[in-house]
């Protein structure tokens, strides 16, 4: 049983336009998520964060919205460059004691067309 | 942000050989580190949580005796794939967070095993 799920495993958009990741999950104690980039044969990197107390959280180019009742998150990226092709992963974790575990959805692969 | 680094970067092992993955937290300490594993088209998959000075919590389904993880100091953890077979040709990455504080864990840069 998946706990986080990314439905789209690909999707495509032109460079300059917005690009949207959507990312569920079904257990309602994770009480934090994120989203991570990955490129081929590296480990993912961490790209923005969102508390379930928020439901959005911007970092530049970077939003994420979290929509509590829905059980759902997505991933902006406005304008999207080329060099945001990559796999995102999206992720969360549940309060727990001391330790830090991360569940991951399956991830969507983003191509940016320039 | 904190750098955590992963070696080596890609192994090829003969069936039944033995094979050591680290992964070392460089500029900050980390009480507890996590081993996941990645086959092609899948989500990153917890395998175990590495706690310095004690034992590792290992998920249902892994194999302790396989999978060794050894978690020596605040900055190193190391994986060792017992006995390799192909089937545990995967890419295996390590994470760690700093104790001091943050929410977030960083990744090593990931390990690819290719057992033949």
């Known amino acids: 049983d998946q706990q986080v799920k990314q439905n789209s495993p690909s999707l495509s958009v032109q460079e300059g336009r917005i690009s949207i990741l959507n990312c569920d999950y079904t257990?309602?104690?994770?009480?934090?998520f994120l989203w991570y980039k990955k490129y081929p044969a590296e480990g993912p990197t961490f790209l923005i964060s969102?508390?379930?107390?928020?439901d959005k959280n911007e970092d530049g180019r970077f939003t994420v919205f979290l929509n509590k009742s829905a059980k759902h998150l997505s991933l902006h990226i406005v304008p999207s460059q080329p060099g945001d092709s990559a796999v995102y992963f999206c992720?969360?974790?549940?309060?727990?004691?001391?330790?830090?575990?991360?569940?991951f959805g399956k991830g969507t692969k983003l191509s940016v067309i320039p | 942000g904190a750098v955590v680094s992963q070696h080596p970067s890609w192994v090829i092992c003969k069936s039944g050989t033995s094979v050591k993955i680290e992964c070392r937290s460089l500029?900050?300490?980390?009480?507890?580190m996590f081993w996941y594993r990645q086959f092609p088209k899948q989500s990153l998959m917890l395998m175990a949580t590495s706690n310095e000075g004690s034992k590792a919590t290992y998920e249902q389904g892994v194999e302790k005796d396989k999978f060794l993880i050894n978690h020596a100091s605040l900055t190193l953890s190391t994986l060792t794939v017992t006995s390799a077979h192909p089937e545990d040709s995967s890419f295996y990455i390590c994470s760690a967070r700093d104790r001091v504080g943050g929410t977030e864990a960083f990744f090593g840069q990931g390990t690819r095993l290719t057992v033949v």
């Open positions: 500029d900050f300490q980390a009480t507890t």
């Open positions: 257990n309602s104690m994770f009480d934090y």
């Open positions: 969102i508390s379930s107390i928020k």
């Open positions: 992720a969360a974790s549940a309060p727990g004691a001391g330790s830090y575990q991360l569940t």
